[in-house]
Structures are given as C-alpha cells and as structure tokens.
C-alpha cells in the first residue's frame, strides 16, 4: 500500500519558521519526484517545491524562492521542506506528492499524494 505520510504543520508567527516532512512507503522513492504543493481557501493547488534524483536541480515557486528549502533522505524515504520568513500569504494546506521520472508543474502528472497538513500564519 503506498502512503504519504506529512507531518509538521501548525500555527507560527509571521516571520517564523516550520519544518515540514513527507515519509513515503510502498513505492521505490528514488525513482519518484517528490513535490509539495499548497492550496489556499479558494485557490487552485499549485506547486511550491519539487526534488528529484533524476534532476540535480530543484524547483521553487517565485514567492517562495530564498525562503524555503526542499531536501530529501532516501535512507529515510523521507522528504522535507524548511520553510522560514513565513508571511500571512504561505497560509494553506501543504500537500507531498510523488511523480514518477522527474518534476511536473501540473498536479494531473502526480501519482501519489498525502492527505495535507495546515500552515497557519498570523500576522
């Protein structure tokens, strides 16, 4: 059975900082990109983040570039998002997802997803 399992969501303050984690199981996770994507009160889901070992690059958002970090350990098929600087905006359930082969923009192109964890900023 394949489970993304994220945890480390909460209330912070702005200008605080959290760190999310992703602990992926039944699937060989190397082989899959792992994403974060966010969806906000009315707003459509879209990616924040994506990692993969196919790509040495990785990939953010442009409102959250210099402010959040992807990484990810495979011996602990886990992945992780540091998020620091948060504002009122980065409020939003957070979303890992898992693409076969390489990094996709679009959610459609994901095949596994968590069942989310909320960021909650106030300001």
């Known amino acids: 059975e394949v489970q993304l399992v994220e945890a480390g969501g909460g209330l912070v303050q702005a200008g605080g900082s959290l760190r999310l984690s992703c602990t992926a199981s039944?699937?060989?996770?190397?082989?899959?990109?792992m994403s974060w994507f966010r969806q906000a009160p009315g707003k459509e889901r879209s990616l924040v983040s994506c990692?993969?070992?196919?790509?040495?690059?990785?990939y953010y958002a442009d409102s959250v570039k210099g402010r959040f970090t992807i990484s990810s350990d495979s011996a602990k098929n886990t992945m992780y998002l540091q998020m620091n600087s948060l504002n009122f905006e980065d409020t939003a359930v957070y979303y890992c997802?898992?693409?076969?082969?390489?990094?996709?923009?679009?959610?459609?192109?994901?095949?596994?997803w968590g069942q989310g964890t909320q960021v909650t900023v106030s300001s």
């Open positions: 997802a898992a693409a076969y082969g390489w990094c996709h923009m679009d959610a459609r192109g994901y095949d596994y």
């Open positions: 039944g699937f060989t996770f190397d082989d899959y990109a």
């Open positions: 990692i993969a070992t196919t790509d040495p690059r990785t």
